[in-house]
């Protein structure tokens, strides 16, 4: 009871009446909150992705298997999964400044004990802790970006603060290589957590809680005020300003339980994009998790340079997250299902190619894996986006987290199954499963094709 109350919601404050303080202030923390939200769950990441450079290290200082290592991606996907669902429903009536913060250190402590640990046991215990922990960085985000961001801006704010996991991704696996090669596996453990914790205190430092929470009026106010459809913060009525503040309240919980469960777990397009998004994320997985050990046992690379080629996959990726959003606008109306169906069918060619060139060809191969990482992301973003226009803007949360938790129910099979097909067949059979997950994916999406997914349906007219 004591840390509910803690981390519970900030009281609100009474409304700023001065219009350019107004202004000011929405200005200036809107892009504080972005791009410091966008840093910290990119560092969520560096105590997360590490693993994956250490495990070649792991492998040969402790005599773990590759099983074993597996059942930890395994483990610690399934409770991260779970953890988005159950987090995201505390985080909503959390302050997200404290939520977030206390979430990163927890995983900073994970990754300590993880690094001090002698046994497969010990380690799994602290990577599974460590998952359900990870699942406290995204709940307080979403809530941030949606209280602080209209509709019509937030799929842009989205794939802008996106680019942050990936970003984060892209320096720890070849920081976590380095740490390996020249201190030892356990150092890719500690320098993170020290770097988690200097990341806590900066988050609870700039973030703030909802704009209410600091007397500014909500973000549809705000939008009038920019937009030049009122002047002043006094020509809202008392009113109007309670209605802009939540839709949700407006309806009871069995009401709402109702609207959820008709328009997520009811809705067949939902659970098209969500499936979709499990094929999407057995490709990401695959490659992040395994790429280093892969590329050094397949390919002759060191593991320094394959950890680095497996960090600009990441990079590649972030242009992918930023095309995709232009293109679903630009040219498909917001349509973002068809934007995907064309990233997954260039993901499928690439990969064919990476698995079917001569191995002689190691440049064209390796170049080939780095581009899907271009055609994996933007997908991964655009899924959270048609989940929600699919489920409305009120159940939108909910959508998003069904995605989640089946996207990290992939790790089922990029992690302990992929570990146990590679050590009984031989690294062939998971670049044939990298393919068949990128046609699968391309076949739910070219289904989704049919449906409305730009969010014109939305019957709050978002």
């Given at each position: 009871?004591?840390?509910?109350?803690?981390?519970?919601?900030?009281?609100?404050?009474?409304?700023?009446?001065?219009?350019?303080?107004?202004?000011?202030?929405?200005?200036?923390?809107?892009?504080?909150?972005?791009?410091?939200?966008?840093?910290?769950?990119?560092?969520?990441?560096?105590?997360?992705?590490?693993?994956?450079?250490?495990?070649?290290?792991i492998e040969e200082d402790l005599g773990i298997t590759k099983?074993?290592?597996?059942?930890?991606?395994?483990?610690?996907?399934?409770?991260?999964?779970?953890?988005?669902?159950?987090?995201?429903?505390?985080?909503?009536?959390?302050?997200?400044?404290?939520?977030?913060?206390?979430?990163?250190?927890?995983?900073?402590?994970?990754?300590?004990?993880?690094?001090?640990?002698?046994?497969?046991?010990?380690?799994?215990?602290?990577?599974?802790?460590?998952?359900?922990?990870?699942?406290?960085?995204?709940?307080?985000?979403?809530?941030?970006?949606?209280?602080?961001?209209?509709?019509?801006?937030?799929?842009?704010?989205?794939?802008?603060?996106?680019?942050?996991?990936?970003?984060?991704?892209?320096?720890?696996?070849?920081?976590?290589?380095?740490?390996?090669?020249?201190?030892?596996?356990?150092?890719?453990?500690?320098?993170?957590?020290?770097?988690?914790?200097?990341?806590?205190?900066?988050?609870?430092?700039?973030?703030?809680?909802?704009?209410?929470?600091?007397?500014?009026?909500?973000?549809?106010?705000?939008?009038?005020?920019?937009?030049?459809?009122?002047?002043d913060i006094a020509e809202v009525s008392d009113e109007e300003?309670?209605?802009?503040?939540?839709?949700?309240?407006?309806?009871?919980?069995?009401?709402?339980?109702?609207?959820?469960?008709?328009?997520?777990?009811?809705?067949?397009?939902?659970?098209?994009?969500?499936?979709?998004?499990?094929?999407?994320?057995?490709?990401?997985?695959?490659?992040?998790?395994?790429?280093?050990?892969?590329?050094?046992?397949?390919?002759?690379?060191?593991?320094?340079?394959?950890?680095?080629?497996?960090?600009?996959?990441?990079?590649?990726?972030?242009?992918?997250?930023?095309?995709?959003?232009?293109?679903?606008?630009?040219?498909?109306?917001?349509?973002?299902?068809?934007?995907?169906?064309?990233?997954?069918?260039?993901?499928?060619?690439?990969?064919?190619?990476?698995?079917?060139?001569?191995?002689?060809?190691?440049?064209?191969?390796?170049?080939?894996?780095?581009?899907?990482?271009?055609?994996?992301?933007?997908?991964?973003?655009?899924?959270?986006?048609?989940?929600?226009?699919?489920?409305?803007?009120?159940?939108?949360?909910?959508?998003?987290?069904?995605?989640?938790?089946?996207?990290?129910?992939?790790?089922?099979?990029?992690?302990?199954?992929?570990?146990?097909?590679?050590?009984?067949?031989?690294?062939?059979?998971?670049?044939?499963?990298?393919?068949?997950?990128?046609?699968?994916?391309?076949?739910?999406?070219?289904?989704?094709?049919?449906?409305?997914?730009?969010?014109?349906?939305?019957?709050?007219?978002?």
């Amino acid at each position: 009871m004591f840390l509910l109350n803690w981390i519970k919601e900030a009281p609100t404050k009474p409304l700023i009446k001065d219009t350019h303080q107004v202004r000011k202030q929405y200005r200036f923390w809107r892009n504080e909150i972005l791009y410091t939200s966008m840093v910290g769950y990119a560092i969520f990441y560096m105590v997360r992705k590490n693993l994956s450079a250490a495990m070649p290290g792991i492998e040969e200082d402790l005599g773990i298997t590759k099983l074993q290592l597996g059942a930890f991606l395994t483990a610690h996907g399934l409770l991260y999964g779970l953890s988005k669902l159950c987090n995201g429903y505390l985080a909503d009536r959390a302050n997200p400044r404290i939520f977030m913060a206390t979430g990163l250190i927890l995983c900073a402590v994970m990754n300590f004990g993880f690094g001090m640990s002698e046994t497969a046991l010990w380690m799994g215990l602290f990577w599974m802790a460590n998952g359900w922990f990870q699942g406290m960085g995204f709940p307080p985000c979403v809530k941030m970006l949606t209280h602080w961001f209209s509709l019509k801006e937030r799929a842009t704010k989205f794939s802008i603060w996106n680019v942050g996991h990936s970003l984060g991704a892209a320096i720890i696996v070849p920081l976590a290589g380095w740490l390996t090669v020249y201190y030892g596996w356990r150092y890719a453990f500690y320098v993170p957590g020290v770097i988690a914790l200097g990341g806590a205190a900066m988050l609870l430092l700039t973030l703030r809680d909802i704009p209410e929470t600091m007397g500014l009026p909500a973000v549809g106010v705000y939008e009038k005020l920019h937009r030049g459809e009122i002047n002043d913060i006094a020509e809202v009525s008392d009113e109007e300003e309670q209605q802009s503040e939540s839709l949700d309240k407006a309806i009871s919980g069995k009401e709402y339980n109702a609207f959820v469960m008709k328009h997520v777990f009811l809705n067949p397009w939902v659970w098209l994009v969500s499936i979709a998004m499990f094929f999407v994320y057995v490709m990401r997985y695959a490659i992040l998790d395994w790429g280093p050990t892969f590329l050094k046992e397949s390919a002759g690379f060191e593991l320094e340079s394959a950890a680095g080629l497996t960090a600009l996959f990441e990079v590649m990726g972030i242009a992918g997250v930023l095309c995709s959003g232009f293109i679903t606008d630009k040219f498909f109306r917001g349509h973002a299902s068809r934007t995907c169906l064309g990233y997954m069918v260039l993901c499928g060619v690439a990969l064919w190619l990476f698995w079917q060139l001569p191995d002689n060809m190691v440049g064209l191969k390796v170049s080939c894996l780095i581009a899907s990482g271009f055609f994996i992301y933007g997908p991964q973003c655009l899924v959270s986006v048609i989940a929600a226009n699919l489920a409305t803007r009120r159940a939108a949360s909910t959508a998003v987290g069904l995605t989640g938790f089946c996207a990290y129910l992939s790790t089922i099979v990029s992690g302990v199954l992929l570990g146990g097909l590679v050590k009984a067949y031989g690294w062939n059979v998971a670049f044939g499963m990298m393919f068949g997950a990128a046609t699968v994916a391309a076949l739910l999406f070219f289904i989704g094709c049919f449906t409305d997914d730009s969010g014109q349906h939305d019957l709050e007219g978002s």
